[in-house]
C-alpha cells in the first residue's frame, strides 16, 4: 500500500494502535480513599495512647539507652577492677565450668597511633583430672565510667588437666576514657573428642620498636595430629610479674610431633613490658 497523498514521503505512518484503554471505575477509587483516610486517623488515635508525643509506651533501642550486657546461661563471672587490682569471681546463674577458674587477669591502657587504646590478659587453670574442652570465654570490657565499650570472645578448644591457658588480646574499639574494668566469662560447649596430647613453648624472646612489641617462639607438639592455623597468645607482665596487657596471632601449620616458630605482634607499644608468656591453643581438631 502506497503513502497518503497528504502525508510527505519522508514522514513514517504511524504505529498501529495499542490495546484498548480501559477507564477507570471510579467508584471504587472514592472507596479506597476513604478507608485510607481512615486507617490514618486510628494510626494517629494509636500512638497517641501510646506514650507523649507519638513515643512507643517502650523504645527498645536509643541512642541515650545504657548499654545492656546480658549474663550466659551457664559459666563463671570474674570481675577485674582496677583501682586495687583484686580478682573475684562469682559463679552464674546456673551450672559453671566444673574445675576451670580465671587464676590471674590484668590490663594497661597507653597511647595508640590513634588515641587511647589498650589491651588485657588473662589465665584460666583446668583444677580437675579431666581435659576442658570446647569451651567460650568472653571479655567485657568497661572504661573508667564503668561503662561497656568492647566485647570480646574466645574459642578454646582444649585446657589439659593441671595445665594454665594464658589468652590475651588488644582492644581495638576506641578507648577515651580508658579501661576500668574487665568481666570475664566462661561458658561450656561440646564438639568432637579431643586427641591427646599438649604444647610446649621454648625460646621465647620479646622486642619492641615505635610500632609495637614482637614476641617469636618455638612450639613443640606431643600430638599425632597436623595442626593448621593454631592459635598464640602472648601475656605481658611487668618487672613486678602483674600482668599488663596481650596479644595473639595463629601459627599457620603445627606438624605431628613436630616443631614449629611463631610470632605474636601487638600493634601498639605496652609500656613496662617485662615479660611475655606464650601460650598455644590447637583450635579446631
Do not use: C, W
Not at 225 to 233: D, T
Request: hydrophobic share 35%; proline share 9%.
Amino acid at each position: 500500500m502506497s503513502d497518503s497523498p497528504d502525508r510527505p514521503a519522508d514522514v513514517p505512518p504511524p504505529p498501529p494502535p495499542g490495546p484498548a484503554t480501559r477507564e477507570l471505575n471510579r467508584t471504587p477509587v472514592i472507596v479506597a480513599v476513604g478507608l485510607l483516610l481512615t486507617a490514618a486517623l486510628v494510626g494517629v488515635i494509636v500512638a497517641r495512647l501510646g506514650g507523649d508525643d507519638g513515643e512507643a509506651a517502650h523504645p527498645t533501642s536509643g541512642t541515650d539507652a545504657p548499654p545492656v550486657v546480658s549474663e550466659p546461661d551457664d559459666g563463671t563471672t570474674t570481675t577485674t577492677d582496677a583501682p586495687d587490682d583484686t580478682t573475684t569471681t562469682t559463679a552464674g546463674p546456673s551450672e559453671t565450668i566444673d574445675g576451670l577458674e580465671v587464676v590471674d587477669s590484668g590490663f594497661s591502657t597507653y597511647e595508640g597511633f590513634d588515641g587511647p587504646t589498650g589491651s588485657y590478659g588473662l589465665i584460666l587453670e583446668n583444677t580437675s583430672d579431666q581435659p576442658i574442652t570446647y569451651l567460650t570465654v568472653q571479655v567485657v570490657v568497661y572504661d573508667t565510667n564503668d561503662t561497656v565499650v568492647a566485647s570480646y570472645h574466645h574459642d578454646v578448644a582444649v585446657v589439659n588437666p593441671g595445665a594454665r591457658l594464658g589468652l590475651g588480646a588488644e582492644v581495638s574499639d576506641p578507648l577515651p576514657n580508658g579501661i576500668g574494668r574487665l568481666d570475664i566469662r566462661t561458658e561450656e560447649g561440646g564438639g568432637d573428642p579431643v586427641s591427646d596430647g599438649a604444647f610446649t613453648v621454648a625460646d621465647v624472646s620479646t622486642s619492641s620498636d615505635e610500632f609495637g612489641i614482637y614476641t617469636t617462639f618455638v612450639v613443640s607438639s606431643s600430638y599425632d595430629v597436623e595442626f593448621e592455623l593454631s592459635y598464640a597468645y602472648a601475656v605481658y607482665r611487668d618487672a613486678a610479674g602483674k600482668i599488663i596487657g596481650g596479644a595473639n596471632g595463629l601459627i599457620d601449620l603445627i606438624p605431628p610431633r613436630g616443631r614449629a616458630t611463631g610470632e605474636v605482634t601487638a600493634f601498639a607499644v605496652v609500656p613496662n613490658v617485662a615479660r611475655a608468656d606464650v601460650y598455644i591453643d590447637p583450635g579446631f581438631f
